[in-house]
């Protein structure tokens, strides 16, 4: 698959490095290893070690750090670990630590507080990046400048100052001859794959008009305050209702439907506008995000995608996305139910598993097999330009629903809004605070400035 798609953006898009190039950077400069190249999937018992580091160990971070250590390449070890919180980092190293006795080797290598993912930088060569979002661009810019190799969750930044941040790191990260892969795991599923070569390469629904995509659910989980809690302590804990530090649902969730559609448009959308508000989950408990957005996203070429999120119970929770061409519809799910049909409703295509047990591999693994491949072989890997894309997509929507006005992506990239400290510390005031009743603001179509 290519690393990078297609941009309208004018960003930066990488150049392939030359056989040359990457002997004269490589993984020994690019990381302080000095692996020999293995064919794939070669279970490794000698040779030099791959040390990984994990930074944020919630049910995401320690399933990314799961699957690193399951690709078959026994020389990949867990060799450090961080997060914020004591309780959190130890529930992980329980778990992680019954999964694989021999590639665990953390040790006394854990590290807690809001610094501790520079302590783990210090003792790895792979990092995996696992924090709430909006510390992402930060620890991002640590790894790279520190010559990791990087695996990071989508979404990579809650403003425009952190998507700019990413997408200058993944120069960086070229020109160092890292390797970076992010959670955009559709992009390692084969049903999507496939379906986007059907769209490019034999044209079976025709050129793409439109499109729809959603993720709606009942929404997350909430984390009750506890007595002597700080106020930065509490949003810490409730990461995903502050947009500091999540960047509304839209950004956090959504963003795997969104990116989807940039993928196979092949670039990034010119403009939004949309609607959205708080109308069932309106408690104080929520924080600041609201419990639903629909955005029209406008394309170059005309193209419109309609996205819908929301966090609501009761109601019809698709996940899924479907493009319309001038040919038919193609029906996408990270089921695998990928097909395609005509305005007649006749079967224009059908993905099916080639798998000797009708069954794709799981994305979530792959993208670590991925990534633990380039590693090994010298092979060109950075997926950092299109999650920042997607994600600065995702942002753009939220701009324009909390707004209630129509705002250009060139603009939304450029703004100097600034949600997210530069630095966190204990000591930090959290950019939003409670009123009196404890309920937080929310934006007000109309009124709240964005851009």
């Known amino acids: 698959m290519t690393t990078h798609e297609p941009s309208n953006t004018g960003l930066y898009v990488p150049k392939t490095p030359s056989r040359r190039d990457f002997l ?152 160092k001859g890292l390797k970076v892969v992010a959670g955009l795991q559709r992009r390692y599923q084969n049903c999507y794959l496939e379906a986007l070569k059907q769209v490019k390469e034999n044209n079976i629904i025709g050129d793409i008009v439109g499109g729809q995509v959603y993720w709606d659910s009942a929404g997350v989980w909430v984390k009750e305050r506890e007595a002597g809690q700080t106020e930065l302590q509490y949003q810490l804990r409730n990461w995903y209702y502050f947009n500091w530090l999540c960047g509304d649902h839209i950004n956090e969730q959504h963003i795997h439907n969104i990116d989807v559609a940039n993928w196979f448009i092949g670039s990034t959308p010119v403009s939004a506008q949309g609607m959205g508000g708080r109308q069932v989950r309106t408690g104080k408990e929520f924080g600041e995000i609201y419990d639903h957005h629909y955005v029209e996203y406008t394309y170059a070429n005309g193209v419109r995608i309609n996205s819908q999120c929301r966090h609501q119970k009761g109601c019809i929770n698709p996940v899924r996305e479907e493009l319309t061409g001038t040919k038919g519809i193609l029906y996408l799910d990270n089921g695998g139910k990928c097909y395609a049909v005509d305005y007649k409703g006749n079967s224009l295509w059908r993905y099916r598993p080639t798998g000797a047990d009708r069954k794709d591999p799981d994305p979530y693994q792959t ?85």
């Open 24 to 175: 004269r950077t490589g993984i020994a400069a690019g990381a302080g290893l000095a692996l020999s190249a293995r064919s794939y999937g070669q279970a490794t018992t000698g040779g030099d070690t791959v040390k990984i580091g994990l930074i944020g160990c919630g049910g995401r971070g320690s399933g990314a750090a799961g699957q690193a250590l399951s690709s078959g390449n026994y020389n990949f070890k867990l060799w450090a670990m961080a997060d914020a919180h004591e309780d959190r980092l130890e529930s992980a190293y329980k778990n992680l630590s019954n999964k694989s006795k021999d590639q665990f080797q953390v040790e006394d290598r854990k590290f807690v507080g809001l610094d501790a993912y520079e302590k783990v930088l210090k003792e790895c060569d792979l990092v995996i990046l696992a924090t709430p979002p909006g510390f992402r661009p930060y620890h991002f810019e640590a790894a790279i400048n520190a010559g990791k190799h990087v695996f990071m969750e989508k979404p990579v930044a809650v403003d425009a100052p952190g998507v700019r941040k990413v997408l200058e790191m993944a120069k960086v990260a070229d020109e």
């Open 367 to 451: 993208e670590h097999n991925e990534l633990q491949d380039a590693i090994l072989n010298g092979k060109k890997k950075n997926d950092a330009v299109y999650v920042a894309e997607s994600t600065m997509t995702a942002v753009l929507g939220r701009m324009a629903t909390y707004s209630g006005k129509e705002v250009l992506y060139k603009d939304a990239l450029a703004s100097q809004i600034q949600l997210m400290p530069n630095k966190v510390t204990w000591d930090t005031v959290p950019p939003t605070a409670p009123d009196k009743d404890g309920f937080y603001p929310i934006a007000t179509p109309g009124v709240s400035k964005v851009v």
